[in-house]
């Protein structure tokens, strides 16, 4: 009997100690923060674009934490399973989510109730801008040419389409024109159907086809943007081309580093210092370049505004196609 | 020829000698595990070599990206659950081939012939890399489609008896592989509103759980009957048998290399096709097919090991990945520095030389290792019930667990194992669901891609059948095979020949 009071007191007081050590324990976090190794979670599969950033820059971060950062790739459902995973985990900055754009249309399209919303941003690292390319002995010499063409007649040009809902699928929707959308699965296998003369044009980012422009297989006939590239000057842009676009613009997908809305200030302030610092390095910055793909840097109001306008300016435009769902039913208002 | 000292270059380098041989080794055991497969190993290799050299990286990555395609094998010929799904097709033959006794020599034989496969592969892609290119970017959306019927027709070689249970649990093995997003609309197929169900079904999880968990349960279901095959007989396979299968390999070798050329499909489409292409042309297999024919090893064997050189075609030349393995290898090389595409093969033609030599030398390394491994591996085979069910049933789990380190894939390959079992103790062959999930995809997306591409009107659709080069030969190629099952066909010939 004697032993089982013993017990049940010694019960007790481990007992209190416990929960004493976690209060220390919740108010400590923040300041300790990071106690043990972070994981980041990519939405996509290893090798893409939204990977060979988040791996890019998940490496320079880790040094500033001091704390190792474990990649993860949970693909699936344009990215809603792994949104939905980080969604899941306790709001303390332990797991990451390093994603891409496609957050903003899970509720239009339907995948997922959980948008960029639910979501803190830590930084908006880099943009990308779409090309319209076709091959380079093509009979169109602008983007009005091909543009003329298809409104003469309709469904006549055969565009590379990676999904209602991809560069191809927004940018077509943007320009309003009925081409005949040849689906592929990615930009890779699209651009071999361009190469290899099964459609007539691609929309894709320029990254991916910036080197078979250089190589004098593809041309250019627009960037999708407002300005001219510094690096490319002789490359038109839509924005200039056809000025109806520009409204629009600049569009293009988006590459971040997200925590579930709800963890404590401190530790996003901490993230948002260690991933900036990342991001400005050089090495970072010359990833970049090589890449073709464009500095953002945003984080806190500057992202969120960013954000908010690329969501109204999609969503509306597919949904103008029936490509997503009414956006004033979520309150996402028009441009 | 100073090109040609690049391909040397891992050779004479001891760093990338070593490097090579690690990664082998660690790909053989890698890939023998079910569930791991090579583009989980290359994706984990992206992240531990993320701070070395180039050269380094991608000569691990390569010897990781062979040992790994070779040791599928294995498990697929030991266990019949294939280690990767490149296996898949190794298991017809490799399987009957152990429970005979015989595991030594078949794999014995899948490593000669996987090496062979392998290097024919990579001198293919040292010599005719541009043509190869050029003939991967002829193909269309119409032309993938035939390839997946070609596949498809495979389905009479595995229906064990009744063509129609075999037919019927394909249909159900495509409409498998159509769960998830639809591709092209992005519509929600048989999902019933649930995400888990959104991501689609994985065909390694569907391989874990009718292959693994469904042998598990059939074991246990009749544990007294369950034997141990006393293992005999030697390893090597007798230079006689080498040279009689020589023609064949060279042949599902070449179908190995096209194949992997082709974006978007991989070794297990060139394994089962190479299957499929032994089937028809050997007419006096060593043993019929289906119990441990010594062609139905080696034609697998070559022609996935030969499409590693295939698949690194348009990766080096174009930029553009061959397979799952090569669309991480494109991002390893992204991390470091390089841009893949039309350029590299201009600005950085050594790389091109480098990864040649080390996918060569990775086979040599091959030759070595796998027959290291065998006298334990075989022993496999005679490990007792009691201790070999609970270890594939927990390889089932990790494997499952680690696609994407979701539990939901492993209640989904326990949930395959029940079926597995159901289809099997009604005598219904599972390996046709396998070949309906792994077609079923391309099947859909391509046929609705060419009439799409086709404005949706069925002339202009019809019409390409014939008047593109490349569709006319697939197209010829089905017409032949089909005509000549067809049993008038078969009588004309006897009379003729009579």
């Given amino acids: 009997m004697n032993d089982r009071k013993r017990f049940v007191g010694w019960l007790g007081r481990a007992g209190a100690c416990l929960l004493v050590a976690a209060g220390i324990g919740g108010a400590a976090q923040a300041a300790d923060y990071p106690e043990r190794d972070i994981s980041a979670v990519i939405p996509f599969s290893p090798g893409g674009g939204t990977d060979t950033v988040a791996r890019a820059i998940a490496n320079l971060a880790e040094q500033e934490l001091g704390r190792s950062i474990i990649i993860q790739n949970k693909p699936g459902a344009t990215g809603a399973t792994a949104t939905e995973y980080v969604h899941q985990q306790p709001a303390d900055g332990y797991t990451l989510l390093m994603a891409a754009e496609n957050q903003n249309l899970y509720r239009t399209t339907g995948l997922s109730q959980l948008s960029f919303h639910d979501f803190e941003p830590i930084l908006l690292a880099a943009e990308a801008y779409p090309l319209i390319v076709v091959q380079n002995d093509a009979r169109w010499k602008t983007i009005s040419e091909l543009l003329g063409e298809i409104d003469k007649s309709p469904k006549s040009l055969k565009v590379m389409n990676t999904g209602p809902v991809g560069i191809s699928g927004v940018v077509t929707a943007m320009l309003g024109k009925s081409f005949n959308l040849v689906p592929y699965k990615g930009e890779g296998l699209g651009l071999a159907g361009l190469l290899g003369g099964h459609v007539d044009a691609a929309i894709v980012s320029m990254g991916a086809a910036r080197q078979y422009v250089e190589t004098g297989k593809l041309k250019v006939l627009a960037v999708v943007a407002n300005e001219k590239v510094a690096k490319f000057p002789d490359w038109p842009v839509l924005g200039k081309e056809r000025p109806e676009y520009q409204k629009y613009l600049p569009w293009g997908p988006y590459y971040g580093v997200y925590v579930k809305k709800g963890t404590p200030q401190p530790v996003v302030a901490k993230l948002q210092a260690a991933f900036k610092k990342a991001w400005s390095t050089d090495k970072f910055q010359k990833f970049l370049e090589a890449n073709s793909i464009f500095p953002l840097g945003l984080s806190g109001e500057a992202a969120l505004k960013y954000q908010n306008r690329w969501e109204s300016v999609t969503n509306w435009l597919l949904f103008e196609v029936k490509a997503a769902s009414d956006p004033s039913a979520f309150g996402i208002p028009k441009i | ?498």
């Fill in chain 2, 1 to 498: 020829m100073e090109m040609l000292s690049n391909f040397v270059v891992p050779f004479l380098e001891p760093r990338l000698l070593g490097l090579v041989a690690l990664g082998t080794f660690a790909g053989i055991y890698v890939g023998a595990i079910p569930g791991l497969t090579v583009t989980m190993a290359t994706a984990l290799l992206l992240s531990l070599t993320y701070s070395w050299e180039m050269l380094d990286a991608l000569a691990m990555i390569m010897g990781v990206y062979t040992g790994g395609v070779y040791g599928g094998a294995r498990s697929a010929m030991l266990l019949n659950i294939p280690g990767a799904p490149a296996s898949v097709a190794t298991t017809f033959d490799g399987y009957p081939l152990a429970k005979r006794g015989e595991a030594g020599l078949g794999l014995g034989l899948a490593t000669v012939m996987s090496v062979t496969g392998g290097l024919i592969g990579t001198m293919f892609l040292v010599f005719f890399a541009p043509l190869i290119a050029d003939f991967a970017l002829a193909f269309s959306h119409r032309d993938y489609f035939l390839l997946a019927l070609m596949g498809l027709m495979l389905l009479g070689a595995l229906s064990g008896g009744s063509f129609l249970k075999a037919l019927f649990v394909a249909f159900l093995g495509v409409n498998i592989g159509l769960v998830g997003l639809d591709t092209i609309t992005g519509t929600p197929r048989f999902t019933y509103g649930t995400l888990a169900l959104a991501q689609g079904i994985n065909i390694v999880v569907a391989i874990l759980g009718l292959f693994g968990f469904s042998e598990v349960l059939m074991q246990l279901a009749n544990r007294r009957k369950s034997e141990v095959v006393a293992q005999v007989g030697r390893l090597f396979p007798p230079l006689r048998l080498v040279v009689r299968l020589l023609p064949l390999v060279v042949r599902t070798s070449v179908i190995g290399v096209f194949v992997g050329a082709l974006p978007g499909v991989g070794g297990e489409i060139a394994a089962l096709l190479g299957y499929d292409h032994a089937k028809r042309t050997v007419k006096q297999p060593s043993r019929p097919f289906g119990e441990g024919a010594f062609e139905g090893i080696a034609a697998p064997e070559s022609a996935n090991n030969a499409c590693i050189g295939g698949a690194l075609v348009p990766m080096l030349t174009l930029g553009i990945p061959g397979d799952a393995v090569t669309a991480v290898i494109i991002g390893a090389l992204v991390i470091h520095g390089l841009n893949p595409g039309p350029t590299l093969m201009i600005n950085t033609p050594e790389l091109f030389y480098v990864v040649a030599g080390s996918v060569f030398l990775a086979h040599l390394m091959l030759l070595v290792f796998g027959f290291l491994g065998i006298e334990f591996f075989r022993r496999l085979v005679t490990v007792p019930p009691g201790y070999l069910l609970p270890g594939i049933t927990l390889l089932t789990v990790i494997g499952a667990y680690a696609i994407n380190n979701d539990v939901t894939d492993v209640v989904w390959s326990f949930g395959f194992g029940v079926i597995g079992f159901l289809l099997r103790i009604n005598r219904v062959p599972v390996a046709p669901m396998v070949l309906g999930i792994i077609l079923g995809p391309l099947l859909d997306e391509s046929f609705r891609g060419a009439l799409i591409a086709a404005n949706n009107d069925p002339g202009t659709f019809l019409l390409g059948f014939v008047s593109s080069p490349v569709s006319l030969v697939l197209s010829t190629v089905i017409l032949l095979t089909v005509l000549a099952n067809l049993g008038v066909f078969k009588a004309l010939r006897r009379t003729g020949g009579g």
